[in-house]
């Protein structure tokens, strides 16, 4: 009689504690989650959950406050850099995280982001990207790319009458109160390691006091691209990575 093999109980994957407990309200297939657990995951292994004050501004970013378990400000559309600026001043013993969407940081928001990099905030940002405005109905955003058909350029986004795309990780790093600027993608389990990398890279520069941490993340939006969720991660890895490239574009604490 053969004998029953022995089950192995030990738990090797959980939730962290600091994410919420609830169901996501997001559409699927939409990553905002993936990068939330990310984020939890890097609070609680720096063990700064209890004194993060998060900031998020207008735009499906700012749901940040049903799913991480921290205080969080809401700030105007594109003001988040400069709510968290005024947060880690008057507070400067707390952690101190800007979670923001490109039409957001990219667009209205871009002299609040530029000018909080330059100064050398001891702040994070988690910067979302998925190339076009989320919540307010699928506009062209500063990040949408060439050829790419959204709501106010259905014909698709034409360099000559629009420009590029805005690569934000290249332009932060250009700036010299940056600590660390680096851009990865979540559509794939090599590529959320990679993430994962950068975001606690981001959150360690603020936590060491060596400036301003900016991490960019490829994102897939299907509800506005209008396509299945598969098909949204096939295009990250396609035409998105070529055109955003992945890697880390300042590190000043491995520079020196």
Sequence with gaps: MSSVPEINEE???????????????????????????IVAECLEEFGVVERTIAVSAIGCSVFLYNYILVDTVEAPHGRAPAVATGVKRARSDAFVLAYQGDGDLASIGLAEIMHAANRGERISVVFVNNTVYGMTGGQMAPT??????????????????????????????????VAYSA???????KNLAQAKR??????????????FGFVELLATCPTNWKVSPVKANDRIAEE????FPLGVFKDAAKED
């Design 11 to 37: 738990l090797v994957f959980d939730r962290p504690a600091v994410l919420a407990d609830v169901p996501t309200h997001y559409c699927p297939g939409c990553q905002h989650g993936v990068i939330h657990r």
């Design 144 to 177: 949408t790319m060439i050829g790419q058909k959204t709501t106010t350029c259905p014909g698709g986004r034409c360099a000559e009458r629009e420009g590029g795309p805005m690569r934000m990780a290249e332009i932060i790093a250009s700036l010299d109160g």
């Design 183 to 189: 851009r990865a993608a979540v559509n794939s389990i």
């Design 198 to 211: 950068a975001v606690r890279r981001a959150f360690e520069t603020q936590v060491k006091g060596e400036g």
């Design 240 to 243: 998105m990575i070529p055109g």
